[in-house]
């Protein structure tokens, strides 16, 4: 069974960049659409990005559009969030999640079935 461990979390000031990677082991990556949602305090599980099994596809919540980009490499079996001019309201704990190929509705978090277990985004003014 594959097993999803996210990393690179961290404090950074408004506007400044992070990168969180995504690792996968333990079965076949390329089975998966892969996603990233996050999760503030008190606060329901958003969708953030989402990458197709194969990477020619990506999609984005509106909020993060020309900010963060997604991106996965099979052979590695890494999916990658690069986030830029990050802004306060970006704080959270970020997940990466996988989508059996089945679905296509990449923002409907009840669909996927393997998830990580999380990195803290803190993002401070």
């Known amino acids: 069974q594959v097993q999803l461990v996210e990393s690179g979390g961290g404090l950074v000031q408004a506007g400044g960049s992070l990168r969180l990677s995504c690792a996968a082991s333990?079965?076949?990556?390329?089975?998966?659409?892969m996603g990233w949602f996050r999760q503030a305090p008190g606060q329901e599980r958003e969708f953030v990005a989402a990458?197709?099994?194969?990477?020619?596809?990506?999609n984005y919540v509106d909020s993060v559009k020309g900010r963060f980009t997604i991106s996965r490499d099979n052979v590695k079996n890494t999916v990658y969030l690069q986030m830029n001019s990050l802004k306060p309201e970006d704080t959270a704990v970020y997940y990466c999640?996988?989508?059996?190929?089945?679905?296509?509705?990449?923002?409907?978090?009840?669909?996927?079935?393997?998830w990580g277990q999380g990195t803290q985004v803190t993002v401070s003014s």
């Open positions: 990458i197709t099994w194969s990477g020619d596809s990506t």
């Open positions: 999640g996988a989508l059996p190929l089945i679905w296509n509705v990449f923002s409907d978090g009840t669909k996927y079935d393997l």
């Open positions: 333990g079965g076949t990556f390329t089975i998966y659409h």
